[in-house]
C-alpha cells in the first residue's frame, strides 16, 4: 500500500534513471489487472535491463507488434495506477521504445 | 530424521460459499487428529498455514484463532511465506518435533479465497512480490508469464508443451472427488480459453480456491507408517527481475538437493511427486530444477507422458494446484497429504504402483520460497 510518505521517499529517487536507455529482456500482455490498474488493461509489462541492474517496468507509447526481444527503450516518468480523488498521485518510471 | 506422518485430513476444495475458514480449518483438523488415533488435548502445539486472510478480512492472529476453535489450549502459530505458508508451517512443525519439545503437533493450513472480487485476490497475492512489481502493475500470472516468455525464447518451448501441464493435471484431477475441477480438458480448450497474461490463457493458471489440510506429525514411532525424511528450505530474491536466471528457480535447486541429501535418496528413486504448478511453466522449471529431466527439457518430458499415471515419474497425481485447486496457505499441506496416501497405497484410481518414496515442492512467490519434503514408507 502506498503512503504519502513512501511515495515522496520514491519521487525523491526518480530524476536519477531519466533519459537511461536499457533492453527489454522479456515482456507479458495483462489482461486481468490487480486493484488500481484495471482500467489501463491490456497493459505490457516487462524485463528492462538497465546499466548494472534489471527492473521491471511497464511499458508504453507503443502496441506489443512494435517490440522485439532486446528492443532499446528509455525510461520515461508516467503515472502510477489511479490515485483515488483524495489521494496524492504517484509518479514513477516506465519505459518506451527507441 | 524421521518424523511420522500420523494422521491426515482435507476438506473438498472449490468454491465453499456455506464454509468459514474457521469451518474449514475445523474440519480438515479434526479429521486429522481422529485419523491419527489421538484426542484434541494430547495436540501439543498447532502450526496455522495461511497466506491472505488478514488482508482480504481484517482478521489477524489466527493461531489462536484455529487453536481455541479445536479446543486446543498449547501453543500456536501462524506460518507465512506466502504460497509456501503450508510447507513452511510443515517444516517449522518438524524442527518442533526433532527439539523433543512435543511429541504430537497439528499442522493445518486452510485458505478462504472465493469472498473477495478477482482484483482483490490479485492484489493480496501481490503482496508475496516486491513493491517494483507492484508498482509496474504486475500479477502473479504476469510473473510466471515472463518467465514462460523467457523459457520459450531459449529453450525453444511452446504453447502446446505448456497446456499439456494442465491436460495432464485435469486428468489426474478426474480421479480425485476431493478435486476443484474433477474433470478432463482437451488442448484446444486450454490453448483457446482466453487469454490473462500472455502467454497464459486462463487453463495455465491455478484457480482461486477455498479449502483446508491438516497433518498431525508425531515423534512417536511406536507403531509403523509413513514418515518424513528430508525438509529443507531455500530463499532467494522476492523481486523475479534481480535474479540471475529467468528460466530456473535456484531455491528449488538448493532446497531439494538439501532435503535429498537429508534423507539419503537420489531423484531417481522417487517415484511420486506433488510439484508446484500454480503456473504450467512453474511445473515444466520444477521438472527440470528438480532433476527429472534435463534444463530446457521440461516442456517435452511432460507431453511425452512421463509424469502422467503410469508414467516414469507421475507428478501431481491429486490433480495438482491447477485442477485439485489451490487455496494458497492450503496447498503445501495438502501435498504431504496426497504423498502420504499415495505411500499408503490409498489413493485409489490414481495409485501409483510401487510408491514408497515421494516428494513434494512448494514454492512461495516467484520463486523466492521452496520447501521440499521427502517422504517414505
Not at chain 1, 525523491?12 to 522479456?26: D, E, F, P, S
Not at chain 2, 493458471?205 to 514411532?221: R, Y
Request: charged residues 20%; contains cysteine.
Amino acid at each position: 500500500m502506498s503512503t504519502p510518505a513512501s511515495i515522496w521517499r520514491q519521487h525523491k529517487k526518480l530524476h536519477t534513471y531519466l533519459n537511461k536507455a536499457g533492453q527489454l529482456i522479456v515482456w507479458t500482455k495483462i489482461f486481468v489487472a490487480p486493484v488500481g490498474f484495471e482500467h489501463q488493461t491490456p497493459y505490457l509489462v516487462g524485463i528492462v535491463q538497465l546499466e548494472g541492474e534489471r527492473l521491471p517496468l511497464q511499458i508504453v507509447d507503443c502496441e506489443e507488434k512494435d517490440l522485439k526481444i532486446n528492443q532499446k527503450v528509455k525510461i520515461v516518468i508516467r503515472k502510477i495506477g489511479k490515485a483515488k480523488s483524495e489521494d496524492v498521485i504517484e509518479y514513477g518510471l516506465k519505459v518506451k521504445p527507441l | 530424521m524421521r518424523i511420522k506422518v500420523r494422521g491426515t485430513g482435507l476438506t473438498k476444495f472449490g468454491e465453499l460459499w456455506d464454509k468459514s475458514l474457521s469451518d474449514l480449518a475445523q474440519q480438515a483438523s479434526l479429521e486429522a487428529i481422529a485419523d491419527a488415533g489421538l484426542e484434541k488435548n494430547q495436540i501439543e502445539a498447532v502450526f496455522v498455514a495461511n497466506m491472505i486472510y488478514g488482508k482480504l478480512t481484517g482478521q489477524d492472529h489466527l493461531g489462536a484463532l484455529v487453536a481455541s476453535s479445536l479446543d486446543i489450549t498449547g501453543g500456536s502459530v501462524r506460518v507465512e511465506a506466502a504460497c509456501a505458508s503450508g510447507g513452511l508451517a510443515v517444516h517449522l512443525a518438524i524442527q518442533s518435533l526433532l527439539s523433543g519439545t512435543y511429541q504430537n503437533v497439528l499442522v493445518v493450513g486452510a485458505e478462504k479465497m472465493t469472498d473477495a472480487s478477482p482484483a482483490a485476490i490479485s492484489s493480496a497475492l501481490m503482496g508475496a512480490g516486491s513493491e517494483a512489481e507492484r508498482r509496474a502493475g504486475l500479477t502473479f500470472p504476469a510473473l510466471y508469464a515472463l518467465m514462460a516468455k523467457a523459457h520459450m525464447q531459449k529453450f525453444g518451448t511452446t504453447r502446446s508443451h505448456l497446456a499439456s501441464v494442465s491436460v495432464k493435471n485435469h486428468y489426474h484431477a478426474s480421479m480425485n472427488k476431493k478435486a476443484q475441477f474433477p474433470f478432463e480438458v482437451t488442448m484446444e480448450k486450454v490453448l483457446e480459453s482466453p487469454i490473462i497474461s500472455s502467454p497464459f490463457t486462463l487453463f495455465d493458471a491455478s484457480p482461486i480456491t477455498d479449502g483446508a489440510g491438516a497433518v498431525v506429525l508425531s515423534s512417536d514411532f511406536s507403531t509403523p507408517g509413513v514418515y518424513i525424511s528430508g525438509s529443507a528450505v531455500a530463499t532467494d530474491t522476492v523481486d523475479l527481475a534481480k535474479r540471475k536466471s529467468l528460466t530456473e528457480l535456484a531455491a528449488t535447486k538448493q532446497a531439494s538437493q538439501q532435503a535429498l541429501k537429508m534423507a539419503g535418496v537420489q531423484i531417481s528413486d522417487i517415484k511420486v511427486a506433488e510439484v508446484h504448478d500454480c503456473f504450467t511453466i512453474a511445473e515444466i522449471l520444477a521438472m527440470e530444477d528438480l532433476g527429472f529431466c534435463e534444463k530446457g527439457m521440461g516442456g517435452e518430458f511432460v507431453q511425452k507422458g512421463h509424469t502422467r499415471l503410469g508414467g516414469k515419474i507421475p507428478v501431481n497425481t491429486s490433480g495438482g494446484l491447477k485442477a485439485c485447486g489451490h487455496p494458497v496457505g492450503a496447498t503445501g499441506v495438502k501435498q504431504i497429504i496426497e504423498v502420504t496416501q499415495q505411500l499408503q497405497q490409498k489413493a485409489g484410481k490414481r495409485q501409483v504402483k510401487g510408491a514408497n518414496i515421494g516428494l513434494t515442492h512448494n514454492v512461495g512467490g516467484s520463486g523466492a520460497t521452496v520447501v521440499v519434503h521427502i517422504l517414505q514408507t
